[in-house]
């Protein structure tokens, strides 16, 4: 089993940056496929960026030039730059690792984008 902690999350302005991380609790992540969804409220969770065990990035159309979601490997950890943020970002963002057979959540962390 493979715990996802998220933090970061918290109150931006429209315009402003945050940084979501997430850190696993145990090794040898390499392999997992690595991303960050976001359920806005009142609708469904969705894609926001995916790493692959290569380094390879595919990003949601919402997010592209804005986002930029990086991986340490060696630290266990999947890190979400969010710039550029606009209020439609409001959601609460999700870690997600997977792998043949496996799919692993954290709990989430609530972004509020709001002037």
């Known amino acids: 089993q493979v715990q996802l902690v998220e933090s970061g999350g918290g109150l931006a302005q429209p315009g402003g940056s945050l940084r979501l991380s997430c850190a696993a609790s145990?090794?040898?992540?390499?392999?997992?496929?690595m991303g960050w969804y976001r359920q806005p409220p009142g609708k469904q969770r969705e894609l926001v960026a995916y790493?692959?065990?290569?380094?390879?990035?595919n990003y949601g159309d919402s997010v592209k030039g804005r986002f930029t979601i990086a991986r340490d490997n060696a630290k266990n950890t999947v890190a979400l730059q969010m710039n550029s943020l606009k209020p439609e970002d409001t959601a609460v963002y999700y870690c997600?690792?997977?792998?043949?057979?496996?799919?692993?959540w954290g709990q989430g962390t609530q972004v509020t984008v709001s002037s």
């Open positions: 145990r090794s040898s992540l390499n392999r997992y496929l």
């Open positions: 790493i692959t065990s290569g380094g390879a990035t």
């Open positions: 997600n690792a997977r792998t043949i057979g496996v799919n692993y």
